[in-house]
């Protein structure tokens, strides 16, 4: 009894004494206003007391080996964390347990080697994760799920060979801009995947420096991001390269040498990005969306009419509108509104730029009156046809013949009467429409070479 009460004693002095240790903080640590900062001091765990005031917490550059459950509660403040250049190996559930106001959270240059589902799962507010240059294999799918926050995601220099792009939509994650996957071990893309990522977070997303093996798919991707003019293609275009038949040795820079994949049948072609064709008809109005990649409260927009007129909020009074989104809204577009609208979103706070082309053709209603002009003529060539069967039945020598002597014709009068008759063609010359149009009929009775009096016409407008 004595025994174990002196062992529980013990136990619970050297507790209290490691807690009086990391009670104060580390010597060297220093705290300046709501940052504290504790880098490059040998640390081998985060002081159990920290100031309950502090907005940014750094241990970069220390020997942390393992993060202890609620490590940063009791932090209401707390929005950016430091943990780069440690010895992390993997995060224990509850780590970030009440620290949901992180945003920042650098994890850079640590020996993780997979990002499971529950690392993150507590920071939902959560924008920028770097968690380059680990060990990482794996990204888990759910992940990066709740953190429907992210702005930027860091991956680059791990080991993936894959990434769940799958689990990244633009409802669940709409501010996504950077997801940098470079420099990993990604054999294969899903292309499709990542054709169904929204515009901004494929206009982010790095993917160069992988072991990728050529094939037409990957090339195509790639060659449209190109002309998209994305940076992550336009700054890295040599980084790009893969591996012919995967051979390790044969590695091509496939964005500058493209004879490769000169059979590749590019779909780019179709659905070419950065300009619009647009076909109005004169008259309608129009609705032109400035699109762009750029996600944030201070864009603002303009455009630039084919006439070189400048066209910001709210419009130009007179037919141009345009709207905060940056749509501009022609209303009564005129044959002279034709050619090419650019239009550039600009991003004040992050100083960027995007550009976007929309051309117009405006097509006048030629097809619109044609109904009625189809009928008028038709009409017209009918009594037209019947002011002329009526002469050449009534004033025509032949005339007698023909009314007189309906029956079974001989050679030589009929003759005369065909050439008659196929100067009253049935079909009106005016109507050259297709033969659905042909609305006036003349019914000639049996005989083919007499034109009997019991003409009748039918005369139908045309739908
Ligand atoms: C942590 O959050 C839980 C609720 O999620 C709360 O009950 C608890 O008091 C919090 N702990 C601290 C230290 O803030
Ligand atoms: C490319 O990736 C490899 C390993 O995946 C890495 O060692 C190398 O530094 C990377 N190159 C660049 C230029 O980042
Ligand atoms: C492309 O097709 C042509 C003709 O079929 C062939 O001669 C050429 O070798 C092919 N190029 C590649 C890179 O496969
Ligand atoms: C209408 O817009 C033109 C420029 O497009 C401008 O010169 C003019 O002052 C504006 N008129 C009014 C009443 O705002
Ligand atoms: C921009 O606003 C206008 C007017 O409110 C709307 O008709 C249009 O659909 C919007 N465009 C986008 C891309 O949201
Ligand atoms: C747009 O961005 C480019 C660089 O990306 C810059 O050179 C240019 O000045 C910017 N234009 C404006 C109007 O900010």
Known sequence: MLCAQGVAAHLMLSSLLLQLARASLPAGCLKVSDILSCSNLGLKWIPKELPVTAATL?????????????????????????LAHNHLSNLSPGTFRNASGLRHLDLSSNQLNKVDNHYFQELVRMEELLLFNNHIVRVESQALISLSNLHKVYLSHNRLTD????????????????????????????????????????????????????????????????????????????????????EPRASVQFLKHTRFFENCTVKEQIQLGETENMKVDAGDSVLLECKTSLKGQQLTYKWVSPHKEYIVLPGNNDTMRMYANGSLEITAVRIEDSGVYWCMALDHQHSRNETWEVTITVTTHSHDPEPFNTGFTTLLGCVVSLVLVLIYLYLTPCHCWCRKQPLPATPSPANECSAQSSILTPTPPATTEGPGRKVCHFSRSSGKHSLTPDIWITLSTPQ
């Open 163 to 246: 990434f769940p792009f799958f689990s990244i939509q633009e409802h669940s994650h709409p501010f996504l801009v950077t997801l940098d996957l470079s420099s990993n071990r990604m054999p294969k893309l899903p292309v499709e995947d990542i054709a169904a990522l929204p515009a901004s977070i494929q206009g982010g997303l790095f993917l160069h420096n992988n072991s990728l093996i050529c094939e037409c798919a990957m090339y195509s991707m790639f060659k449209q991001w190109e002309q998209k003019n994305f940076i992550s293609v336009r700054d890295y275009q040599v980084e790009h390269t893969c591996l012919v038949y995967g």
């Open 58 to 82: 750094d241990f970069n550059h220390n020997h942390l080996a393992r993060l202890e459950e609620d490590s940063f509660a009791g932090l209401p403040h707390l929005v950016t964390l430091r």
